[in-house]
């Protein structure tokens, strides 16, 4: 499986959001939106390796119930049953699994961290924007 960087990502978006309304620029919002895109970027990617790999592994587990259920005994009695065989399989494929959930999980990670960016980059504006419509106010 390949390793992504997505820390890097998650903490460019936390120093983002720490910097809030007072000292955010134009430059850090044009920034904020690059990284947006670059989360969903890194999203999509996990997630079509995700796709990829769970078909592999489901293959690989079919071919591996097909084999443990041909296998048989000196007297032609098959050795495993099909939960036998279940808790073989599960066994045996524990660690891709969970390799598995851990990368769509971060891949859901990064969508909602991007998702949210719109939303605090639009609370940025409307704050500019009050500051533009009654910045007068504050400065008597």
Avoid: C, P
């Avoid at 978006?13 to 904020?32: I, R």
């Avoid at 078909?55 to 000196?74: A, G, H, P, Q, Y």
């Avoid at 495993?80 to 808790?87: I, L, N, P, V």
């Avoid at 939303?119 to 910045?135: Q, R, S, T």
């Amino acid at each position: 499986m390949k390793t992504y960087d997505f820390n890097t990502l998650l903490e460019k978006h936390e120093t983002l959001k720490q910097k809030w309304l007072e000292l955010l620029t134009l430059e850090d919002l044009y920034e904020w939106l690059d990284l947006k895109e670059k989360l969903l970027a890194m999203q999509i990617e996990m997630r079509s390796e995700y796709l990829e790999t769970k078909l592999v592994n489901d293959r690989d587990k079919w071919l591996k119930m097909i084999e443990l259920k041909t296998e048989v005994d000196e007297l032609w009695k098959k050795i495993h049953t099909d939960k036998t065989a279940d808790a073989v399989i599960n066994q045996e494929f524990f660690q891709k699994d969970l390799d598995l959930i851990v990368l769509s999980n971060t891949a859901n990670l990064l969508k909602s961290k991007s998702d949210s960016v719109v939303e605090y980059i639009n609370l940025v504006k409307k704050k500019l924007d009050l500051d533009k419509d009654f910045g007068w106010i504050s400065a008597m």
